[in-house]
């Protein structure tokens, strides 16, 4: 039973340039969620997802950042028109749709950005 | 809002040291809380977690205690191992929120 799946692991990209992050849920999970963490920092939520649904993307920044989990594929976190603050590692994961309050999340290894 | 406090790192310990990480939170409502830890190179994964009051979670030689008249839930381990250097994070999960927030992580080095 593969864990959560995310690539690339390392993502390099100039200035101005898009990144596109893929994350696969482990299986049976229903819930997707991003988080972002900064050098030296603590992870910062920005958006939690189901099928073809947003449910909470309070933590986005409001310009160049997307996210999708469409019915069928990966879910997309979408970065557009990158600036080197964008640099960090960025993490998905997922839960299973269970009694809220005790939803445990389910880490991928991350992907890292860096832009030049 | 919630928010999660960590005590402030890195901390450095010598094999077999008591360990303790503070953990404080804000919250409303009743949250569960979690302990999860980060080694190198690598995504977060559950250490333990605790879901209402004076519950106490444990594995693998860690605990961690929900107290809700401090608002604290610090971790804790007799006997730290080489193998335990690793990136803590405490986090919250409130009922009316899907999402969890976490704190800003602590590092823990132990030496042999």
């Known amino acids: 039973n593969a864990g959560v799946m995310q690539n690339p692991r390392h993502l390099v990209r100039r200035r101005g340039q898009e990144a596109r992050l893929r994350c696969s849920p482990m299986?049976?999970?229903?819930?997707v969620y991003w988080y972002r963490q900064l050098p030296e920092e603590g992870l910062k939520f920005m958006v939690y997802?189901?099928?073809?649904?947003?449910?909470?993307e309070s933590g986005m920044p409001k310009e160049r950042f997307s996210a999708e989990f469409p019915k069928e594929g990966p879910s997309i976190l979408r970065i557009q028109q990158v600036v080197r603050g964008d640099s960090a590692a960025y993490f998905c994961?997922?839960?299973?749709?269970?009694?809220?309050?005790?939803?445990?999340?389910?880490f991928g290894a991350g992907s890292r950005l860096t832009v030049l | 809002g919630n928010s999660v406090t960590q005590m402030e790192g890195p901390v450095t310990l010598s094999e077999e040291a008591f360990l303790t990480i503070n953990c404080t939170y804000t919250?409303?409502?009743?949250?569960?809380l979690f302990w999860y830890v980060q080694y190198p190179g690598e995504g977060l994964q559950l250490l333990l977690k605790?879901?209402?009051?004076?519950d106490k979670g444990s594995n693998k030689g860690f605990e961690a205690t929900y107290r809700k008249e401090t608002t604290s839930f610090h971790l804790e381990k007799g006997s730290v191992q080489v193998s335990d250097s690793a990136v803590y994070f405490c986090?919250?999960?409130?009922?009316?929120?899907?999402?969890?927030?976490f704190g800003d992580g602590t590092t823990l080095t132990v030496k042999p």
């Open positions: 994961a997922s839960s299973p749709l269970t009694q809220l309050g005790a939803n445990v999340l389910t």
């Open positions: 299986k049976g999970h229903s819930h």
């Open positions: 997802l189901q099928k073809e649904n947003i449910i909470d």
């Open positions: 919250a409303t409502g009743y949250p569960s």
């Open positions: 605790a879901t209402k009051a004076d």
């Open positions: 986090a919250l999960l409130n009922t009316n929120a899907g999402k969890s927030t």
